[in-house]
């Protein structure tokens, strides 16, 4: 698979991060790529980093979001910051490395939500 780095998108999630006030996420520790041959069907995707890794070799968990530049790039502003805001969600409080489901005992990542975060940008 062919990725880069994404600075914009990078510059996009620290915005969000303290518009949102996700004050949980170590913005240092959050990466941005964008691929461009991937054969998912995703607009983007986030990789959490394994606690082995942390607890083997005390490394700090990290995560990167990456955009697939066939789908990403073609949405308005509004779908690319809805996608960006998704893919935050997926990031525990406790910023372990571990990525949160789509539904959980106390917690939806559904479009639904997503727009209630959105609007509360306003």
Partial sequence: MKYQ???EIQ???LQLINRLKFDYIKAKNVHCIRSFDAKTRAYARI???AKLFKEVAGLEPHYIIEVNARRFDKLSEREQMKTLIHELMHIPKTFS???LPHRGRYHRINDREVEKILESMK
């Fill in 47 to 49: 990789w959490g980093m």
């Fill in 11 to 13: 510059k996009k999630i």
């Fill in 5 to 7: 780095k994404a600075p």
């Fill in 97 to 99: 490395g571990a990525l």
